[in-house]
């Protein structure tokens, strides 16, 4: 569930009480703006360990298209916000039909500009 940093923090603590999460992951420079939060504050900048330095045996994932794979808060703009779960499988169609319309090239990138809390993010 991604969590805006720019947002109010009413907005976030109000999301955070509504779904409880074991673990927030974040930031090294961001962990003040969660002093209220009860689970364990994973900084990515500095808990997880960089790519090189992993172990390097692939595991298989277990999941399944139908598994939830985001939840998203509306605006609340006609009553509270409401999480909303995305499924696996929704993400993926998405990405099918973005690359088999708009295909890459190899010398070519994208510049992806969009909050994090928006389903296009995803």
Same mark, same amino acid.
């Given at each position: 569930?991604?969590?805006?940093?720019?947002?109010?923090?009413?907005?976030?603590?109000?999301?955070?009480?509504?779904?409880?999460?074991?673990?927030?992951?974040?930031?090294?420079?961001?962990?003040?703006?969660?002093?209220?939060? +009860?689970?364990?504050?994973?900084?990515?900048?500095? *808990?997880?360990?960089?790519? *090189?330095?992993?172990?390097?045996?692939?595991?298989?994932?277990?999941? *399944?298209?139908?598994?939830?794979?985001?939840?998203?808060?509306?605006?609340?703009?006609?009553?509270?916000?409401?999480?909303?779960?995305?499924?696996?499988?929704? +993400?993926?169609?998405?990405?099918?039909?973005?690359?088999?319309?708009?295909?890459?090239?190899? *010398?070519?990138?994208?510049?992806?500009?969009?909050?994090?809390?928006f389903v296009d993010s995803v």
């Open positions: 569930m991604p969590l805006d940093p720019n947002f109010p923090q009413e907005r976030l603590r109000f999301i955070l009480d509504e779904i409880p999460m074991p673990v927030l992951v974040s930031r090294l420079s961001l962990r003040q703006q969660w002093p209220d939060y +009860a689970g364990h504050v994973l900084c990515v900048d500095e *808990d997880i360990p960089r790519h *090189d330095e992993a172990e390097n045996d692939p595991q298989r994932s277990r999941v *399944d298209p139908a598994h939830p794979a985001y939840i998203l808060f509306t605006s609340g703009s006609t009553a509270r916000p409401k999480g909303v779960v995305g499924l696996h499988r929704g +993400a993926l169609n998405r990405l099918r039909w973005m690359w088999q319309t708009y295909p890459f090239t190899d *010398d070519e990138m994208c510049a992806h500009k969009t909050s994090l809390n």
